[in-house]
């Protein structure tokens, strides 16, 4: 059984910085593609960043530049470092799991953390 447990978000003024955490555990962290995705409230879940087993990395266009995705495959854990936050950026963070290849589309991750709120004031 895959768990994925987020923590790490909060409020932030914006500009501040935050860095999330998703934790798993229930099968082998460093075969596994891991992903970021955001909901804002009347609004569909959308891409963040993602980076494989090997360490590739993309992100969406909204946080290039001022996000970062990474691993660390011996504590089974992802992050998301977010600098220079804007009041968009608010949101429910997800991290997700999903096998083989990187994907930008939720469809295709097989597994979901429970999301943490980072909201951005301005």
């Known amino acids: 059984q895959v768990q994925l447990v987020e923590s790490g978000g909060g409020l932030v003024q914006a500009g501040g910085s935050l860095r999330l955490s998703c934790a798993a555990s229930g099968r082998t962290f460093s075969r596994y593609v891991m992903g970021w995705f955001r909901q804002a409230p009347g609004k569909e879940r959308e891409f963040v960043a993602t980076i494989t087993w090997s360490g590739w990395i993309h992100y969406a266009d909204a946080v290039q530049g001022r996000f970062t995705i990474s691993r660390d495959n011996s504590m089974n854990t992802v992050y998301l470092q977010m600098n220079s936050l804007k009041p968009e950026d608010t949101a429910v963070y997800y991290c997700?799991?999903?096998?083989?290849?990187?994907?930008?589309?939720?469809?295709?991750?097989?597994?979901w953390g429970q999301g943490t709120q980072v909201t951005v004031s301005s």
């Open positions: 997700a799991q999903k096998s083989l290849v990187s994907s930008t589309k939720a469809s295709e991750y097989d597994y």
